[in-house]
């Protein structure tokens, strides 16, 4: 089992950047995928990336590709979602979750796949 805290979140205008972090508490962090997910008011949660248990493959959502980078620490038990050229379409609570994996390179989309997940950090983003 894992627990996951996000934090990083904030206001920030249009074209800025921040970095999302989630730390995971637990000595098996490495063995999950790990993945972001959004959810903006009146909209349904929404996968945004994903990095697999070793960190060598990543996903992106067409929407952030070029903008967001995921990666992870594994000796930190933390993940990164760094955000680049913010919009205002960007503004969302945004999650982080855990998905335990049997396979080095397997990543993960759907938010079914995933067993633990934080509260949220909300990103809001003025135009």
């Known amino acids: 089992q894992v627990q996951v805290v996000e934090s990083g979140g904030g206001l920030v205008q249009a074209g800025g950047s921040l970095r999302l972090s989630c730390a995971a508490a637990?000595?098996?962090?490495?063995?999950?995928?790990m993945g972001w997910f959004r959810q903006a008011p009146g909209k349904e949660r929404e996968f945004v990336a994903a990095?697999?248990?070793?960190?060598?493959?990543?996903y992106y959502a067409d929407s952030v590709k070029g903008r967001f980078t995921i990666s992870r620490d594994n000796a930190k038990n933390t993940v990164y979602l760094q955000m680049n050229s913010l919009k205002p379409e960007d503004t969302a609570v945004y999650y982080c979750?855990?998905?335990?994996?049997?396979?080095?390179?397997?990543?993960?989309?759907?938010?079914?796949?995933?067993?633990?997940w934080g509260q949220g950090t909300q990103v809001t983003v003025s135009s």
């Open positions: 990095v697999s248990k070793s960190g060598g493959d990543i």
């Open positions: 637990g000595r098996t962090f490495s063995m999950y995928a």
């Open positions: 979750a855990a998905a335990i994996s049997y396979y080095s390179d397997a990543y993960y989309v759907a938010a079914n796949d995933y067993s633990y």
